[in-house]
């Protein structure tokens, strides 16, 4: 990869110490002994707005730029920095869905296990029709009906403002 071409932000959770910074990512913590005004800086500016050049501009007053270019390289490396345009490496670990077989399943098990389910749905005729029996959920929600009026004219944009942020002001969650 192109390092110019990217617009690099960090990802995972960084715990930015004196002179060294954790960073939390899916699989693994990753250690970087640098000083926390260096990665302070650089959690700062790699913000994915800004290109890799643009980044190494920014900071080489305050540090050399071939160790920054170096630094930056190392960190895209270890995954803590990546391009804001390709976020699927850094997602992907937390969405990988495992194996749901044992280990001691054979791939030949788990062949033999897709054919069966195969032939069940071949045996399975369309003309087979089953019969779905009432509950009390069911006739619930049939029996439901909208008692809603509407005029049919657009309702203001002033007005949906004056109701969403009214829900703002008023949630809990608003410090």
Known sequence: MDKNSIR?????SPFVGELE????????LVHVHVSGSLMAEVIRVCDGFRSFEEVLTLLEDQWD????????????NR?????????????WPFVFNPSH????VTN?????MVEQAC???RENLPSKKLSVHGSQLTTLLNSRQSSRVFSGQPVELQKIVDIVMGWVRDSWWIV
């Open 119 to 121: 032939q069940r749905h």
């Open 21 to 28: 910074t954790v960073f939390s990512l899916a699989r693994e």
């Open 65 to 76: 730029r071939k160790t920054l270019e170096a630094f930056l390289g190392h960190l895209l």
């Open 79 to 91: 995954g803590v920095l990546r391009d804001c345009c390709d976020m699927s490496g850094y997602i």
């Open 101 to 104: 077989f044992a280990q001691s």
């Open 8 to 12: 690099p932000t960090v990802v995972g």
């Open 108 to 112: 030949e098990q788990v062949s033999a």
